[in-house]
């Protein structure tokens, strides 16, 4: 049976739940805000599926690319709506074109991260744009197993190690199904999630540094709008997060606040970015070097400046990476603007590709002392000394010069 020791041999891709026939598994929250699988061993009857259908104990081999482009949706609404290029909706629309089934993260009304499938063109904006928190799997496997069984398309997308665990879960290989992962630095904790926007709130609601400071004004009197944790209204690549919130302040009457901070002021992307909050097994990944299986990975073509530059106009430009002869077919239809790069010219700007993000003394100090203000907690383990300040710049000027 499954029992989690060392949590970096846990990536919560839920599998483990999803394919017990006694249904003895149940995820629980640690106090990282992070789930993992629990046993009910009075039911547990020692089958063994569980340990069978985890990506983590039974890890694919590496892979290596048979196509990589760089592309953009020739959409310029829903190139703006996405993070990068929009290549995820060009896909996805395609699969329900064909009256498949598009799974997906979305927030859910608590505004936590949850995966969820949609039948419809409209359903996809859901799924749109980057969300920075792991997000929770529930049955979504079972959900896309039937699908494929009933013989219907499916495109499952997900992080690495959720599509490493969506292919261990089936244990056959489906001509329907379409994976489709991303270039991920990590998943940053639900809890810590949970608690920034809590604060938020309540900060635009009256407390220290308010844009708004009408005394009578509590923190059940908001309710967030919107989030998009990539904003471009600067430009793809100094995008900003974006939270909306309308706030009752009195007789019916509503405020509307808008809180838009670029990358480098936002206090969880800051410590998201520092690596402070990521899920263990982020850095022991599972599912690196396109271990994962999926057909196609996608993310933000960083470098393309340098590397294509007549490509980049700073509204957004994807990294497509396609793996299988599955993904080839698809992608050969697809109405995209896209040209052919090698794959070592993307490497080199987006090395999380193949390279899992070092584990730092930072986190464990994070996490040592649960108690104030966690804006407060990460302001100070962000804070850069003067050595790594000079650092940076000097590592920004050979940039340039390199260009």
């Known amino acids: 049976m499954i029992h989690i020791t060392d949590k ?25 805000g992070f789930l993992y699988p629990e046993v009910d ?10 340990e069978k259908v985890c990506p983590v104990i039974h890890q694919a081999r590496e892979n290596r690319p048979i196509v990589v482009c760089a592309a953009k949706n020739k959409s310029e609404e829903i190139r703006y709506q996405s993070s990068s290029g929009g290549v995820f909706t060009a896909l996805a629309n395609e699969i329900i074109r064909e009256g498949g089934v598009v799974f997906g993260a979305g927030f859910d009304e608590n505004w936590e991260v949850k995966h ?30 039937y699908f494929l069984k009933a013989g219907r398309k499916v495109l499952f997308s997900g992080t690495p190690c959720q599509i490493a665990g969506l292919k261990r879960f089936l244990r056959k290989e489906y001509d329907n199904l379409l994976t489709v992962d991303f270039i991920c630095h990590g998943v940053p904790s639900p809890g810590v999630w949970r608690k920034y926007l809590k604060e938020e709130t309540a900060r635009q609601c009256g407390g ?51 809180l838009s901070e670029p990358l480098n002021k936002n206090i969880f992307l800051r410590g998201f970015l520092a690596d402070l909050y990521l899920r263990p097994s982020c850095h022991a990944c599972p599912a690196k070097n396109f271990k994962s299986g999926s057909d196609v990975t996608i993310g933000d073509f960083w470098g393309i400046q340098n590397v294509m530059p007549e490509m980049d106009d700073d509204r957004g430009v994807s990294v497509v990476i396609v793996s299988t002869e599955s993904g080839v077919n698809l992608f050969r239809g697809m109405r995209l603007d896209n040209r052919v790069v090698d794959y070592e010219s993307v490497l080199r700007y987006n090395p999380s ?41 000097v590592s920004r000027i050979l940039n340039i010069l390199r260009s």
């Open 208 to 258: 220290k540094n308010s844009v708004l400071s009408h005394p009578n004004i509590k923190e059940r009197d908001a309710r967030i709008e919107s989030i998009s944790f990539r904003d471009k209204r600067l430009g793809w690549k100094k995008y900003s997060f974006a939270l909306t919130l309308s706030v009752a302040i009195g007789h019916g009457a509503k405020n509307t606040v808008l």
């Open 353 to 393: 590709i193949e390279r899992a993000v070092r584990l730092t003394e930072k986190r464990n100090s994070f996490y040592a002392n649960q108690e104030g203000m966690l804006s407060e907690k990460i302001e100070k383990l962000c804070c850069l000394s003067y050595r790594q300040r000079m650092r940076g710049i």
């Open 116 to 145: 969820d499938c949609t039948e419809t063109v409209e359903g996809l904006s859901a799924f749109r744009g980057s969300k920075y928190v792991q997000s929770r799997i529930g049955d979504s496997f079972k959900k896309a197993e």
């Open 41 to 50: 061993e009075s039911v547990c009857i020692d089958c063994g599926l569980c």
């Open 8 to 32: 970096r041999d846990c990536c919560g891709c839920n599998s483990c739940v999803q394919r017990c026939p006694k249904s003895c598994i149940r995820m629980r929250e640690d106090d990282e």
